[in-house]
């Protein structure tokens, strides 16, 4: 018999699903902020609000249920690399756009 | 149990099964990177169209339902929670926990479907859909219109994606309810769930670029 196979055999014990819970009510509340701040007259920092909250939803939701939290560096890095270019691609964009005459 | 047996045992490429798993996982997010930029280009459209029409997207913005909107992201939201608890379910061998939340993950990311298409059929009779039925004559039309097709561009690819993960889950219900998965291999479970959070992260932007632009 394997390694894997005795630790198949050992009944398993399941980690708590708490912060899962947490989670969740986290990311609502933050839904119900973004919503109730859009009608607020912020003018331009509506957006700026709206955007940050969805960057942070999606960071908790990528550490906490995508497991990033706990996972290695190269996963990580493999993780943040997508959405680091896509930063350059819409900063460089908005750096031509917005400069023109 | 002969499944079980081989499916245990890493391939001799790998020193054991959570190397295997760890190299899957890292694959699992390459794709995603892949599919952060195939989102993103469309995200950098909208950015660079909403900063030339700035006028347009604040009067398109009121056409969009905010309540099936905000109703949706807190569907997609819990579906991320049943999933989590699927992939935890999965992780420790509970096959009948497994199975039962991945259903119950599957039928929220129906419902979802459900809400968008009644959306997308009330667009279709306002005639918000550009070159289709596109009715809208007020100021601004041609901003407006690039609006609405970024809309149904973005929110269309999202519910394709959304269509492909409820498939893939209702396959790995199947799978897991008849045994195929166990505490030492559950790679394919562990997979979907990244797949399907992906998937609530992308409708975590589209929600205040669609729904929540110029409602103060």
Redesign the interface.
């Known amino acids: 018999m394997?390694?894997?196979?005795q630790?198949?055999a050992v009944p398993?014990?399941?980690?708590p699903?708490g912060r899962?819970?947490l989670?969740?009510l986290v990311?609502?509340a933050l839904?119900l902020v973004?919503?109730g701040s859009?009608?607020?007259?912020?003018g331009a920092f509506?957006?700026v609000v709206?955007?940050g909250?969805?960057i942070v939803?999606?960071l908790l939701?990528?550490a906490?249920?995508?497991h990033l939290s706990s996972?290695?560096p190269?996963?990580r890095l493999?993780?943040g690399?997508?959405?680091f270019?896509?930063a350059v691609?819409?900063g460089l964009?908005?750096g031509d756009?917005?400069t023109r005459p | 149990m002969a499944a079980e047996?081989t499916s245990?045992?890493?391939a001799s490429h790998f020193a054991?099964?959570e190397q295997r798993e760890?190299a899957a996982?890292?694959g699992m997010?390459?794709f995603?990177?892949?599919?952060?930029?195939f989102f993103?280009?469309l995200?950098?459209g909208y950015?660079?169209s909403r900063?030339?029409h700035a006028e347009a997207f604040i009067l398109a913005g009121r056409h969009t339902d905010?309540l099936l909107g905000?109703i949706n992201?807190?569907v997609l939201?819990?579906s991320?929670?049943t999933?989590?608890?699927a992939v935890?379910?999965g992780?420790?061998?509970?096959r009948r926990s497994c199975a039962a939340w991945l259903v119950l993950t599957a039928v929220l990311g129906v419902a979802f479907l459900a809400i968008k298409g009644y959306e997308w059929h009330e667009d279709w009779l306002q005639g918000l859909v550009p070159g289709l039925r596109f009715a809208y004559s007020g100021p601004d039309a041609p901003g407006v219109e690039l609006f609405f097709f970024l809309y149904f561009v973005m929110t269309g690819l999202h519910a394709l994606h959304l269509t492909i993960g409820i498939l893939v889950i209702a396959v790995m219900a199947l799978l897991a309810a008849r045994g195929r998965f166990?505490?030492?291999y559950h790679t394919p479970i562990v997979l979907t769930?990244?797949y399907w959070?992906?998937i609530?992260?992308v409708w975590?932007?589209l929600?205040?670029?669609f729904y929540?632009?110029s409602?103060?």
């Open positions: 394997n390694e894997l196979q630790a198949d398993a014990k399941a980690p699903t899962y819970w989670m969740w990311l609502l839904q973004n919503l859009s009608y607020l007259p912020l509506n957006v709206n955007v909250i969805s939803k999606a939701v990528m906490v249920f995508m996972a290695s190269v996963m493999a993780a690399v997508g959405f270019f896509l691609l819409i964009s908005l756009y917005m | 047996g245990a045992m890493a054991d099964a760890t996982t890292f997010w390459i995603l990177a892949t599919e952060v930029l993103g280009v995200f950098a950015t660079v900063v030339q905010v905000s992201t807190a939201l819990t991320s929670l999933m989590a608890l935890r379910a992780s420790v061998g509970w166990s505490a030492a769930g990244l959070h992906f609530d992260v975590i932007f929600y205040p670029l929540l632009v409602r103060s």
